[in-house]
């Protein structure tokens, strides 16, 4: 009896030394997954503060080649000589690379001062079908004209209510373009373009390995602007002497920035935007009139 009973004893003992083996297993496996999150979350904010700092030099780059005047030669028209027509520049640095393009600003729609036909025709071209488009037009309309009566497609504070809003229409000029993420219908998808496909640049095929992220030139956040008069989409080509023109720097002239950083380790990229004043006569030689992180 006594040999059966320390063979029992000595069973329990086995057991309970297994499980306090199990329980110190698991417990050092817990902590070498959340140590591992902990580390890899680190490393992403690392790389993003770097890819901001990328696309922060991108910009800079950008301001520094403000007023250069046009190549006399098409030899000259390289990476060194920038203008305002769009294309992509590719920015070499120590950790990174930045991908900048510059564009005019009052080249795009206006939101504030469109009639609401022409706010329609910007969001088919975004790729909303034209009955939606109808509504939506209204919406945006309905959302910045100072009085409280909602046009056709429109809607005005009563609709805001009923969806439990906290806020009611503007009823006056948008001061940001990213405000029109306030009105129904519009999502950060959409404004984006994040369900179309990525802007088509140059070296399209190249950039898009490489991971630069930049919002698709039909979306609306790349057609709407609160700057300048302009209210039609820039659809057809202009003649050779109005795109020289158009596609210079001018003073008082306003522009857009986007520069988009990637560190050389990786994910993810992180794209900045500008909108900048060309005041050549000033110490700085540029007024920022916005800035935005996407």
Not at 171 to 196: C, D, K, V
Request: glycine letters at 10%; aromatic letters at 8%.
């Amino acid at each position: 009896m006594k040999g059966s009973t320390a063979v029992g004893q000595n069973g329990i003992v086995i057991i309970a030394v297994l499980w306090i083996c199990a329980l110190i297993m698991w417990f050092a496996i817990q902590i070498g997954a959340e140590t591992r999150l902990e580390g890899e979350e680190q490393a992403l904010l690392v790389r993003k503060s770097q890819a901001l700092h990328l696309a922060v030099g991108g910009c800079f780059e950008a301001l520094a080649r403000m007023g250069q005047p046009l190549p006399l030669r098409t030899s000259d028209a390289g990476e060194d000589n920038w203008q305002p027509d769009g294309k992509p520049h590719l920015v070499n640095y120590g950790t990174g690379q930045a991908l900048v393009i510059v564009e005019r600003e009052d080249l795009k729609v206006n939101v504030n001062v469109a009639r609401e036909g022409q706010i329609k025709a910007v969001l088919e071209k975004a790729g909303i079908e034209p009955d939606a488009s109808d509504r939506l037009a209204g919406l945006v309309v309905d959302f910045i004209d100072k009085d409280d009566i909602p046009t056709l497609h429109g809607a005005e504070a009563s609709f805001y209510r009923k969806l439990g809003l906290p806020y009611e229409p503007f009823n006056g000029p948008l001061t940001r373009i990213e405000q029109m993420l306030l009105i129904p219908g519009i999502t950060r998808r959409l404004f984006f373009g994040e369900e179309r496909t990525r802007q088509k640049l140059e070296t399209e095929e190249a950039l898009d390995i490489m991971g630069f992220s930049i919002p698709p030139k039909d979306s609306l956040f790349q057609m709407f602007t609160v700057y300048g008069r302009n209210t039609r989409l820039q659809d057809q080509e202009p003649e050779a002497e109005s795109r020289t023109a158009a596609r210079v720097w001018a003073p008082g002239g306003l522009y857009r920035i986007l520069s988009c950083g990637k560190a050389y380790s990786g994910f993810p990229a992180v794209t900045l935007c500008l909108v900048v004043q060309f005041t050549p006569d000033t110490e700085t030689g540029y007024k920022i009139l916005y800035r935005k992180v996407l």
